[in-house]
């Protein structure tokens, strides 16, 4: 998801803990055309469901339909699932130029609860564009993923082993990752192969087709970058006007991505207590004592809940997706020396898709089922040891979290393909891809690796010199110059900088 919409529910909503991965064979076009020939029965949108999030009804000029996909897209007559849409149409229908699809990130995010929080920054879009979304597969009302019940979830969020300091508390973290993977098959084994990265830009070349569009035009953000390089990978031909926002680093594996994020984090981390006066060097070893002390006495709550280590650095990392939420941070810092840990709390609760009643969306489940599909990469705890000094080096706030999360997709029921995404587009029209210097999750490199990897002409990158993940709708440079191509064409210049 985009800084404005993280900001908006207060946290980011969709931490990378490690690379994303995936995709797959060489281009191909070959589409099922009794699906692709289907009419979408398009009504008033109901309130998002508890899977995709919750939240009230979007209100007037929003559609809902349900699109029928291919469970097994090598089995285009085989069996089917059904994909969740959300669309408004183009305010200005004499100028309207198509459909605009749109994809949040995550993987795991519901595009059919988020894009009409979003709405109100792509109103320019909208006048010309249908504004659309979706829940890809595995997500929300998209056949969503199922593995364990709120209670279970609930300890598994606020569990202490997050960040293991004894063999005993590494062998419960592995023993809870190896129950957490049985449960995912027990519930959801049917769809889980098929959860792809490249089976959702299959889906959206068949919503291309059943919206009428000959050309897909795109706005991906963070996880959705990669999933648009996918797309341009396997349809090239296809591809209209793409943006792709917050990049990921499509050249990583999950080891160097996950370095990346340590490092991205640390540095918003450090323009955060810049922000406040603070030594960056100093305020990181105090956050980082702080939080270790929860392992032996955590943060008390209005609620009646605890706030462990893990649940408090979830927190803290959800506050740095936008310098909006920064203050929250300030807040919750204040709050947690007095032993307090409501803010904290609220801020991980977002991020972790859990709201007031105790209900959990599937954002956890969807994002680790597409991740563990995709990659081909298995960690063991030897490995976790052998890495982990390189993490810790580069933040000894955040860099245990990600290494401890990279064992994440052993014994998955599912073989990933490969360790990286083949995102090379020859022949694609231009795509404007945008990395931002001071983004936590996707930093700003993997856009110009991006666009390398699309192909000379293909890939147009933009650099914008400001904090947070996401630019569209923070930076006024961007924002002008996305909707000029967007709107009216206009390719700018690759290498142009946004102040």
Not at 54 to 78: F, I, R, S, V, Y
Not at 101 to 125: E, I, M, Q
Not at 262 to 269: D, E, K, S
Not at 453 to 466: D, K, S, Y
Request: net charge negative; proline share 5%; glycine share 12%.
């Amino acid at each position: 998801m985009s800084t404005h919409i993280r900001a908006s529910r207060l946290a980011a909503g969709a931490l990378a803990l490690l690379a994303l991965a995936g995709c797959g064979a060489g281009p191909q076009e070959q589409r099922p055309d009794g699906l692709a020939g289907q009419r979408l029965d398009w009504s008033d949108c109901k309130a998002p469901s508890v899977a995709q999030g919750g939240g009230t009804p979007p209100g007037k000029g929003w559609e809902c339909a349900t699109m029928k996909a291919p469970l097994d897209h090598a089995k285009p007559d085989g069996e089917t699932i059904d994909v969740a849409l959300i669309r408004k149409r183009a305010t200005d229908e004499d100028r309207r130029i198509g459909s605009l699809l749109y994809n949040f990130g995550g993987p795991g995010g519901s595009g059919v609860a988020t894009l009409p929080l979003a709405a109100a920054d792509y109103t320019k879009l909208n006048s010309r564009y249908d504004l659309v979304s979706f829940d890809p597969r595995g997500v929300g009302d998209s056949a969503g993923v199922r593995c364990v019940d709120d209670r279970e979830m609930d300890e598994l969020t606020s569990a202490k082993e997050g960040v293991p300091d004894t063999s005993a508390e590494e062998r419960r973290l592995l023993a809870e990752q190896k129950e957490y993977v049985a449960a995912c098959e027990q519930h959801s084994g049917k769809v889980l192969p098929h959860l792809t990265t490249e089976n959702t830009a299959r889906d959206m070349d068949l919503m291309r087709q059943v919206l009428g569009d000959d050309k897909l035009h795109y706005f991906g953000i963070s996880y959705g970058t990669e999933l648009g390089g996918v797309y341009a990978h396997l349809f090239p031909k296809k591809v209209g006007r793409a943006v792709l926002d917050a990049v990921v680093d499509p050249s990583k594996g999950t080891v160097q991505s996950a370095i990346s994020q340590t490092r991205g984090f640390q540095h918003a981390l450090d323009n955060y207590l810049k922000s406040t006066g603070k030594d960056p060097k100093q305020g990181t070893r105090e956050l980082a004592a702080l939080l270790e002390g929860l392992d032996t006495k955590p943060l008390s709550t209005l609620d009646g809940r605890e706030v462990t280590r893990n649940l408090a650095l979830t927190g803290v990392a959800s506050s740095l997706y936008s310098e909006e939420t920064w203050p929250y941070l300030s807040k919750a810092l204040l709050e947690a020396k007095a032993g307090k840990g409501d803010t904290l709390l609220l801020l991980a609760d977002v991020y972790n898709s859990r709201d007031p009643q105790g209900r959990y969306g599937n954002q956890q489940a969807a994002g680790a089922a597409i991740r563990c599909a995709d990659s081909s990469e298995r960690f063991t705890l030897d490995d976790v040891k052998k890495q982990l000094p390189a993490y810790e080096k580069e933040s000894p706030v955040f860099g245990a979290l990600l290494a401890w999360g990279l064992p994440s997709c052993n014994g998955w029921p599912v073989t990933g393909e490969r360790a990286t995404p083949e995102v090379g587009a020859e022949g694609a029209a231009p795509m404007l891809v945008i990395g931002n210097t001071g983004d936590p999750a996707t930093p700003v490199e993997g856009a110009a690796r991006m666009s390398k990897a699309l192909g000379e002409g293909v890939g147009v990158t933009l650099t914008v010199n400001g904090e947070g993940h996401g630019t569209y709708g923070v930076n006024d440079c961007a924002t002008r110059t996305v909707n000029a191509y967007l709107l009216d064409g206009k390719v700018p210049s690759d290498g142009k900088t946004c102040a």
